[in-house]
């Protein structure tokens, strides 16, 4: 994080984490931003995301090589999810790639940097691409909320109407993302950050990481963290179904059997969004068990806080027990009760 972002925030009134570096925990109010970001125009910062940069001649082909979607569609006008997985398909990282100028950016959790950024760089071999931490290359937030479209059109002139377009003017590189609310991640350098925080700022309010982890759950869109590193291979995690898989482009680790599910097989393991009845939010990675089974039959992706109460949280799951199970129980077979939520996108149709 660019100290200065860091300055500027605090006399914003961000509270960071003790814990886990660069991350804002909330602006005096966590229980409010919960409920703020859910009905009102709100920005947040992510610089708890990392991001690697990836620059050269070869970089295109290189990461096309590499990443389970098709690198060549991306442009400074599309944005783009992958996934980063090993020879056997389960995934080591999901991703958000921009591009600026001749550079990508790939924006993962901060936890993962470095070890998917040396991982990366053993691959380079003779490639003419450069490989580089960027945490402090750009200032990254995001704005949400039911008048963020109005609020952009006054603010720069305009907004990304698609998921995964990207509007770059006056510096700014913004993207539009999926969410129940009108959802965009801005990326800059220091100055024009700061100067469309302030013009979002006067009709919006900042909020927490905690807040804008709750839209992630409620759009469905998944996230791969240490503890779920080689856990799932991108179907479990829906990311065909949200444009962050290309069954057509070449090969590239994983490839065969990511493509053998979609063509030969069948899917036994699916991301669900389900609901907890526990404030104490589950660790991505711990088990969910059914009433009826001792054995567990999924695992959390993620999950954040519902304001109303109760965890949301995202959870691969054995597609067998979603009809059979009476209940969802969280950590242990007498856990916390849970159940199914509806996600936003519908699962394709079984063969």
Not at 322 to 339: W, Y
Request: with cysteine; aromatic share 8%; net charge negative.
């Amino acid at each position: 994080m660019k100290p200065d972002w860091q300055t500027f925030l605090i006399d914003a009134g961000a509270e960071f984490s003790e814990q886990i570096p660069m991350r804002v925990e909330s602006y005096g109010s966590p229980i409010r931003e919960q409920h703020l970001v859910l009905t009102g125009d709100t920005l947040c910062d992510l610089s708890h995301y990392g991001l690697i940069e990836a620059h050269g001649e070869d970089a295109e082909t290189f990461l096309q090589n590499q990443l389970t979607n098709d690198i060549r569609q991306i442009n400074p006008s599309h944005s783009q999810l992958n996934a980063y997985c090993t020879p056997k398909g389960r995934m080591l990282a999901i991703m958000r790639i921009l591009k600026r100028g001749d550079s990508y950016y790939l924006k993962m959790p901060h936890k993962l940097i470095e070890g998917i950024l040396k991982r990366l760089q053993t691959y380079v071999l003779m490639s003419k691409v450069t490989l580089e931490d960027a945490n402090d290359a750009l200032v990254r937030f995001g704005f949400a909320g039911p008048e963020a479209e109005k609020e952009l059109e006054q603010a720069v002139g305009g907004f990304p109407k698609a998921v995964d377009e990207v509007l770059q003017t006056n510096d700014l590189s913004i993207i539009r993302i999926a969410g129940t609310l009108p959802r965009f991640e801005i990326y800059a350098e220091l100055e024009p950050a700061q100067t469309l925080w302030d013009k979002l700022n006067v009709r919006g309010a900042p909020v927490g990481a905690a807040a804008w982890e709750l839209l992630d759950v409620l759009s469905g869109t998944p996230e791969i963290y240490p503890e779920t590193q080689e856990l799932f291979v991108p179907q479990m995690a829906n990311l065909q179904l949200i444009d962050g898989v290309s069954f057509q482009k070449g090969c590239y680790p994983g490839q065969e059997i990511v493509a053998r599910m979609h063509y030969l097989g069948k899917l036994k393991r699916r991301m669900y969004r389900l609901h907890f009845d526990t404030d104490e939010l589950p660790a991505p990675g711990t088990e969910i068990f059914t009433a009826e089974n001792k054995e567990p039959v999924g695992s959390i992706v993620s999950s954040a806080a519902n304001p109303q109460g109760g965890s949301e949280t995202l959870a691969v799951l054995m597609t067998r027990y979603v009809d059979e199970a009476s209940s969802f129980q969280l950590a242990k077979p007498d856990g916390p009760a849970g159940e199914i939520s509806e996600l936003p996108y519908e699962f394709e149709q079984a063969s």
